[in-house]
C-alpha cells in the first residue's frame, strides 16, 4: 500500500489484480456516495443502515464528505467510480471510534471492503484511535469476513440478532 500525504490517497491492489485509489472522501463526492447507496439491494441496505430504506440518504453522504474533526470516510475508486465506502465516527470513551464499511453489490468479494477497512485503521491509530467498535447483524457474513480478513484483535459479543465487535487497533502499526 502506496500512502501519500498523510493518507489523502493510497494505491491498493484488489485481490483480482485491480488497482484502485482509496481517498478521503470530499464534499465534491456526495452525490457518488448517494448513488452508491441507491444501487444496494433491500438486504444490503438493511445490513448497513438496519432498515431497508434509510431516510435522508443525502444528508448522511454531505456528512461522510464533509471535513471533520470527530469522523473519518474514505472510498475506494477505479477510474470514477465509487466501489466502497469506508468511515468512522469518535464515540466515547475517548480513543474509541464506531466504524462502518458499505461495498457496491457487484464489487463484492474483490478486497475493496478490506482494503478500505485496512486504511480506516491506520487512519485512526494516527488520529489517536486505538478501538474501533461496530454492531453487525449475524447474519452479515460478508462484513464478518471483512473483519477477519483484516486480522485484528477483536472482541465480540453476540446480543440477540446483532454482533457487537470491539477491535483492539493497538498492535497494528
Not at 443502515?49 to 453522504?61: D, E, G, I, R, V
Amino acid at each position: 500500500m502506496d500512502i501519500h500525504s498523510a493518507f489523502r490517497i493510497a494505491h491498493v491492489k484488489l485481490d483480482d489484480g485491480a488497482e484502485v485509489a482509496i481517498r478521503s472522501l470530499q464534499p465534491t463526492d456526495a452525490d457518488r456516495v448517494v448513488a452508491l447507496y441507491q444501487s444496494l439491494t433491500d438486504e444490503e441496505c438493511y445490513f448497513r443502515f438496519f432498515t431497508m430504506h434509510p431516510a435522508q440518504l443525502q444528508n448522511c453522504a454531505r456528512s461522510l464528505t464533509e471535513p471533520s474533526p470527530d469522523q473519518c470516510a474514505v472510498g475506494a475508486f477505479e477510474s470514477d467510480t465509487l466501489l466502497g465506502v469506508a468511515n468512522y465516527i469518535t464515540c466515547d470513551p475517548p480513543g474509541y471510534a464506531e466504524v462502518a464499511v458499505v461495498v457496491a453489490h457487484n464489487e463484492h468479494l474483490r478486497g475493496v471492503g478490506t482494503a478500505l477497512l485496512q486504511l480506516l485503521g491506520e487512519m485512526a491509530v494516527h488520529n489517536e484511535i486505538h478501538h474501533f467498535v461496530a454492531d453487525i447483524l449475524a447474519e452479515n457474513h460478508l462484513m464478518l469476513r471483512v473483519l477477519a480478513d483484516c486480522g485484528w484483535p477483536c472482541r465480540r459479543h453476540l446480543d440477540g440478532s446483532v454482533i457487537h465487535v470491539e477491535i483492539d487497533l493497538n498492535d497494528f502499526v
